[in-house]
């Protein structure tokens, strides 16, 4: 009967792909050397504790249960006299959980006594735990005194403080004999299933959920709470919690249990503690519906499991209208060396005209009205230039194949130049030079931001240099340093209306509300500089929660069948559209105001001349 047990505990664990074991027992010596070099052989790291002589004050799992190994084995026999208080102090301690492999052997079959020692034990729903009893026997009657077998017994519960009951399913019966054990049959459906898929249903326990709203104000009554949640009217009002919410939901219907919820105004105070993250970390709270950001100090407590989206709080503003006049614009077409070897050949063009109508006029006796003077020909050839035609032609081949020369090269140059400046006008939309939260600390443009919690937390917390100008130069520095926090709306169309003006706003909601509010040309004429850098939100569990694995499994299970997109999709926007062929671009005075001075300045220069002409006459005469 001995060997038969120690076949059965040694085939459990192999069954269970375990390689190290703490045996918690009252065996003789010899017995547990016996063990020990069953063990040795199957290359099992083992470790033996007599419960009879251990001390229960002590830290049960710091002294006999500590370990490096991802996963461990645990057999205790029921039937020493100690197993009792063993069996509660592995209680007090939470140790039925995903750690550890449990096996319990009871001699006894006694099942009243162990449901009575694990009605209200704190068990996890991812507990490995095995309940064994030898085979009751008819009549006590044994067939054959070199076969044992064994039933095996299937223990969870799914959540004792959240109001989960004991639940026990037979599994299967092992006949073991001197040398081996093999499965003799099963008694249930358990081993058609996966272990979570045996334990895929919660509908005995309320789990705990933290919701954060940040929009209401958490004396409303919790009806309009949760109406406002699961309502899908205007969507730019705290999406990243009501799309939260609607996950929790859908977690709701797979889970099959309550749900009872606790609101709050933050995430919390700072990274791991107060409000809805304070409830995670501290197990108040078993799930925390609103995602939120996975940093390094809150892995330490917490587990991301599903990316909800990405986080991203932006600085956007028009691109200003500068008032400095920017002529270069009419003249960036072409480098200086360009526009140099233009202005050399139309003055040789100009000497070359000039010439020609000489010679004809003296040679060729040709009749023209005048003779033109060098002024007249340059000023034919600049018109040229500018797309004008000529009143006078040479008669000659020669000045005609000139002229043609002339106009096709001009034609040409004229064609390039406009093509160029309309592109560089009309093509593409300016935007501004500031990129970096630094230029725009540095620049002269008005900020405003959105009073949200995670604004004030960050540049509050934030040490980088940038942040830190920032907050000095655009907040600090202000008469009312509080007048820079304004609602969405109203800094949104701000915006709009004040080329210039700088407001920061998160983006998964904002984007939505600009669409509805801004032209298309004025979303291509956005400039955004990220206030922090873009990140992503998870769904997060506490380290230790028994329901991390059952979560992933539907999260999982909710990306493969799409809803999951479908939310997101609706709630979460990272990007704006801008279609540049719906962008419209006012030529401002910024850009002619030097063409009409140069106009102005030819009119006065040419009333002066007319002026200095008319002197001249009066004084010859």
């Known amino acids: 009967m001995e060997l038969m047990l120690l076949n059965f505990i040694l085939h459990h664990f192999l069954s269970a792909n375990i390689n190290s074991i703490v045996v918690l027992n009252c065996w003789s010596a010899q017995t547990q050397c016996d063990f020990s070099k069953m063990l040795n052989e199957h290359s099992l790291y083992s470790r033996f504790v007599n419960i009879e002589s251990i001390d229960m004050s002590a830290d049960f799992e710091y002294r006999y249960l500590l ?3 991802p996963g461990m084995g645990a057999y205790l026999d029921m039937n020493c006299k100690s197993s009792e208080q063993v069996l509660s102090t592995l209680n007090r301690s939470r140790l039925y959980n995903a750690h550890y492999n449990w096996l319990l052997y009871d001699r006894t079959a006694d099942l009243n006594n162990f449901r009575r020692l694990f009605a209200d034990a704190n068990l996890d729903v991812d507990a490995e735990l095995t309940y064994a009893v030898l085979k009751p026997t008819l009549f006590g009657l044994v067939s054959d005194v070199n076969i044992t077998t064994f039933v095996k017994y299937d223990v969870y ?4 403080n959240l109001g989960g009951k004991l639940n026990m399913t037979v599994d299967r019966e092992v006949e073991c004999n001197v040398t081996s054990c093999y499965i003799k049959r099963y008694l249930s459906q358990l081993h058609t299933r996966s272990k979570y898929g045996n334990r895929d249903k919660l509908h005995d326990i309320t789990m705990r959920v933290s919701v954060v709203i940040t929009q209401l104000p958490l004396t409303t009554p919790v009806p309009m709470m949760l109406d406002f949640l699961i309502s899908e009217n205007n969507s730019d009002v705290d999406p990243i919690s009501r799309f939260g919410y609607r996950i929790m939901l859908i977690f709701k219907d797979l889970f099959g249990c309550k749900m009872r919820y606790t609101f709050r105004s933050h995430w919390g105070i700072n990274e791991t503690y107060g409000g809805s993250i304070g409830d995670l970390i501290s197990c108040e709270a078993d799930f925390l519906s609103t995602p939120f950001l996975s940093t390094a100090a809150r892995v330490k407590y917490v587990s991301p499991l599903l990316e909800t989206g990405g986080f991203s709080s932006i600085c956007i ?6 008032s400095s006049m920017k ?10 060396s360009v526009w140099l070897v233009f202005v050399i050949l139309l003055i040789v063009v100009a000497i070359f005209l000039w010439y ?15 003779t033109p003077s060098l002024l007249s020909t340059g000023l034919l050839a600049f018109g040229s230039a500018c797309y004008q035609g000529s009143h006078i032609v040479p008669s000659s081949v020669g000045g005609r194949l000139a002229y043609l020369s002339l106009y096709l090269a001009t034609f040409i140059v004229y064609n390039y130049y406009t093509s160029i ?3 560089t006008l009309l093509g593409t939309p300016p935007k501004s030079d500031i990129k970096t939260l630094g230029q725009l600390a540095d620049s002269s443009l008005t900020v405003s931001l959105e009073p949200l919690p995670y604004n004030y937390v960050y540049l509050n917390a934030s040490q980088l240099p940038d942040v830190r100008r920032f907050v000095s130069r655009k907040i600090e520095s202000r008469k009312n340093p509080q007048k820079v926090w304004i609602p969405v709306k109203e800094g949104v169309l701000r915006v709009r209306d004040e080329p210039g003006f700088v407001y920061v706003l998160e983006t998964s909601y904002a984007y939505p509300f600009l669409e509805r509010n801004f032209l298309p040309h004025q979303i291509c004429d956005l400039n955004e500089v990220n206030l922090r850098p873009d990140k992503s939100l998870f769904t997060q569990l506490h380290k230790n929660s028994s329901y991390r694995e059952l979560t992933r499994i539907r ?12 939310h997101r999709r609706y ?3 990272n990007k704006l559209n801008c279609v540049p062929s719906n962008y419209l671009f006012a030529v401002g005075m910024e850009y002619t105001a030097p063409l009409f001075l140069m106009l102005a300045f030819s009119y006065i220069l040419c009333l002066l001349l007319l002026g200095l002409e008319l002197l001249i006459k009066r004084l010859s005469a």
């Open 555 to 566: 999260g999982i299970r909710m990306l493969e069948t799409g809803v999951f997109r479908k």
């Open 571 to 573: 709630w979460v926007r």
């Open 356 to 370: 020609t109508f000489i010679l004809e006029m003296r040679n060729f006796r040709t009749y023209l009205p005048y």
């Open 67 to 69: 370990h490096n190994r």
């Open 327 to 336: 002529g270069e614009a009419f003249v960036q077409p072409f480098d200086g």
């Open 157 to 160: 519960n799914n959540g004792y």
């Open 317 to 322: 503003f028009r691109t200003p209208r500068s």
């Open 421 to 423: 400046l309309l592109s």
